[in-house]
Structures are given as structure tokens and as C-alpha cells.
């Protein structure tokens, strides 16, 4: 170990036959490797595509990577066959061999010849420095043959996954897409006459674009997994397919709702026409009911009754005469429509009633509370009271005459509470105008 020359000092021969075992060992992983790298199916798809975009860019480089890989590979296989043929020259290898197996195993001993277009294409180790040859120690070389593996295989590897997970979606969604589309021309919905026809179109197009896309240039449809230094860190980018696929969703919710449409429709007419209906007879109930009540009451503001609901009914027209045509695609939104304007106008239409016919109500209400307390000043045996039977008379003669006055009727259907409560020694009944006396409703 004393002897030293310019790789440093000489190997003795343990060490030698230790490197000579770990460059074997290394010379068979890399061949492994690089023999995969050729039968790699992502590369046989690089090499013969039509590439474009970022994805022509990286596969020049990686081309010309793989040819230098071999190159590298050729005069590593070269400089490991030399010396062991130096090493099995004798069992016991004299001073000399040993310093010319030092000087080939740790010294820049190996020189690698590469054409010109690969020297420019490929990278380099130390940025690319214009020579047609490099020379190399075999562990400098090992390191960078590892360099140009990592970086051709990352991008084939990249290529091949876009490749096998994206055109197969594509083209499997580009099916259901013709399904949709002819379901939808079955129920007349087309480009130009409904939404959902030229959400179709769009959406064809799109996928169109993106299969091309996708088949030419893979590598833009890649997102490389930060942090991560593995060949083929990452996963490919849905993002275009997973936006298509939600909207194509979208369109055959649309189609759907049509189809439902058209095989509902007749129910669903014959159930508007029900309540328009209603709607009629409820408006012309309440019609009724205010000339009643303006006959009947007095003194009462009320409410005036609308007409018919014309515009529903034209609409309903209309609405058959789509569902006629098997015009789905426009009968659907004018029937959801249709249907809650029903059920506002037969709303409307009980409102309206209530409000017309609340006079009327009170009136019965104020008759049922004096007949109430007829009958139970009767059960106490005070039927025949005058001054009771006199007060009844007078609540009575106001309620049942017409038009009646219910502010005056309330009040006396109240004095006739309160002596009938004085009389039965109850609570006294309050009064809109305080405590009365006995004198009767003429004092």
C-alpha cells in the first residue's frame, strides 16, 4: 500500500477482487435494468407515436439519454471485462498488475465516445459541455448511467400511466356520451332547442380534444408528486375528464326528468286540471258568499273576489298541446311551473273564500253562543224569566235579520250573557262598554 500513482494509493489484491465483486454485481442490475427500460411497454408506445407538446420535448431527451445509457453501459461492460481478464493473468497478482488494476478501477480510465446529436440532446452531468467524448472512473460513471436511467424511466413511466388510465375513460365516457345523446333525440331534446342538447354538443367536443390531446401529448396530463424522487412519482391529471363526466351526469338527470315527463304527463294534466278546477269552484263559492254577506251584514267592508285564473288555463292549453307534438323537452319545465302556480292559485282561492265568508262566521258564532246560554239558563230552570226571555228576544231579532249589524248583535248577545250570569250567581261576562243594569235595552 505504499506504492502510489495518480488514481491514488495501489489496491493490494483483497481489494481489488472486493471491487471487482461489487462492479459484477452492479453490471448485473444495471443490464436488468436498462433490458427492462427496452421492453418497457410505455417506451415501445413513445417510440411509435406521434408526439407533440412537452411530451415530443422530454421524449428527444430521453432518447438520446437511453442511447448514451447503452453507450455508457457498453464501456463500463468493456473496462469491467479488462480487468478481470488483468486480474485472472495470475493467482497471485504481481506490483505491476495491481497498478494497472488501481489505475482501471479508481482512475478516469474510461472514455466514452457519443455522437453528435446525442451529446446535444441528452443531459449531461455537469450541464452539457459540447464534447463528442467523456471520460469516466467507473463509480462516476455508475452514478451517472443511475442519472439517465432515473430520468428516462420517470418519463416513460409518466407516459405509460396517463396512457393507460386516461383514453380508456375517455373513450368509455365518450360511449355513454352517444347513449345519452340518442336517448335525448328520442325525447326531442337538440342542440339549439334545449340547454341539455347543447350541453351534449359541448361536451363531445371537449372529450374529442381531450382524447387528442391526451394520445399526443400524455406528459401534459401528468402531476408529478411533490417531494417525491421516484420514477413515476405522481398520478394523472382528471381534472378536464372528472368536469365532462359531472356535466354529462348533469345532462342525463335533465333527459330523465323528460323521460318522466312523457310517461307522467297524462296524470299530471289530469291532476292540474283537478286543481284549477277546485280553484274555479273555490272563487266562485267566495263570489257567492260576499253577495251573501253584502245582503245579509251590515256595516262590513268586503273583500272583492278575483275572476278565474285565465292565464293557467291557457297555459294548461298549451301544455296539451306539447304533450300532443311529444314535445317533452318543453313540456317539462312548463309543467313544474304550471304545478306550483296551481296549488298558489287553489291557495289563493281558500283565502279568499275565508276572508270573504268571516262575517258570516261570527254571526253563526255569536248564534251558537246564545243558543248556548239559552240552553243553560234553561237547565237551571230560568226559561220562563222575563227579563231573560225579553233580552234573548232582542239578541235573537238582530241576529236572523237581514242585513244584520254584528257590532250591535255582539252587544246584545253579551247583556243577554250577563244577566243570565247574574242570574246563576256566575262571574259577570265583561262587556265592550262596562257593567250593564236590568232596565232593558231600551233604557
Known amino acids: 500500500m505504499g506504492v502510489t500513482d495518480p488514481a491514488g494509493p495501489v489496491m493490494d489484491r483483497d481489494e481489488v477482487d472486493r471491487a471487482l465483486a461489487r462492479l459484477g454485481a452492479e453490471h448485473e442490475a444495471i443490464e436488468t435494468s436498462l433490458l427492462a427500460l427496452q421492453d418497457h411497454a410505455g417506451r415501445r408506445l413513445l417510440e411509435g407515436a406521434e408526439l407533440t407538446g412537452i411530451t415530443k420535448e422530454r421524449w428527444t431527451a430521453a432518447e438520446a439519454s437511453i442511447t448514451l445509457l447503452w453507450a455508457y453501459f457498453d464501456a463500463y461492460t468493456d473496462a469491467l471485462r479488462a480487468a478481470r481478464e488483468i486480474r485472472s493473468r495470475r493467482r497471485w497478482s504481481s506490483r505491476e498488475d495491481l497498478v494497472e488494476l488501481t489505475e482501471l478501477l479508481r482512475g478516469e480510465s474510461v472514455t466514452v465516445a457519443g455522437s453528435a446529436a446525442a451529446a446535444a440532446n441528452a443531459p449531461t452531468l455537469h450541464g452539457g459541455s459540447g464534447k463528442l467524448s467523456e471520460q469516466f472512473t467507473l463509480v462516476t460513471l455508475v452514478d451517472r448511467m443511475n442519472e439517465l436511467y432515473a430520468t428516462s424511466l ?245 241576529l236572523w235579520s237581514a242585513p244584520c249589524d254584528l257590532r250591535v248583535a255582539e252587544q246584545a248577545v253579551l247583556r243577554y250573557q250577563q244577566a243570565a250570569a247574574e242570574l246563576l250567581g256566575s262571574p259577570r261576562v265583561p262587556g265592550p262598554r262596562g257593567p250593564e243594569d236590568r232596565r232593558g235595552p231600551g233604557s
Do not use: C, N
Open 154 to 398: 420517470d418519463m416513460v413511466v409518466a407516459a405509460d400511466a396517463v396512457w393507460s388510465a386516461l383514453p380508456a375513460r375517455i373513450d368509455l365516457l365518450a360511449a355513454e356520451l352517444q347513449r345519452t345523446r340518442r336517448l335525448a333525440h328520442s325525447v326531442g331534446v337538440r342542440p339549439g332547442e334545449h340547454p341539455a342538447g347543447d350541453d351534449l354538443e359541448r361536451i363531445t367536443r371537449t372529450l374529442t380534444h381531450l382524447r387528442a390531446q391526451v394520445v399526443s401529448d400524455p406528459l401534459a396530463y401528468w402531476v408529478p408528486t411533490q417531494g417525491s424522487s421516484a420514477p413515476g412519482g405522481g398520478k394523472p391529471d382528471t381534472t378536464v375528464y372528472d368536469r365532462e363526466a359531472r356535466a354529462l351526469e348533469d345532462v342525463r338527470r335533465e333527459i330523465d326528468a323528460v323521460l318522466t315527463v312523457r310517461q307522467d304527463a297524462e296524470q299530471r294534466l289530469v291532476k292540474l286540471r283537478d286543481v284549477l278546477s277546485r280553484a274555479d269552484r273555490t272563487l266562485a263559492e267566495a263570489r257567492t258568499a260576499r253577495g251573501e254577506v253584502l245582503a245579509k251584514i251590515a256595516a262590513t267592508e268586503v273583500p272583492v273576489v278575483s275572476g278565474p285564473p285565465t292565464a293557467l288555463q291557457e297555459q294548461l292549453a298549451t301544455a296539451a298541446e306539447y304533450r300532443r307534438h311529444a314535445q317533452w323537452h318543453r313540456l317539462s319545465p312548463l309543467l313544474e311551473s304550471l304545478e306550483q302556480k296551481a296549488e298558489d292559485e287553489l291557495l289563493r282561492a281558500r283565502e279568499s273564500l275565508t276572508a270573504v265568508t268571516a262575517p258570516l262566521a261570527v254571526r253563526a258564532e255569536l248564534r251558537g253562543r246564545l243558543d248556548a246560554y239559552k240552553a243553560k239558563v234553561a237547565r237551571h230552570g230560568l226559561a220562563e224569566d222575563p227579563f231573560l226571555i225579553e233580552r234573548y228576544d232582542a239578541a235573537r231579532r238582530m
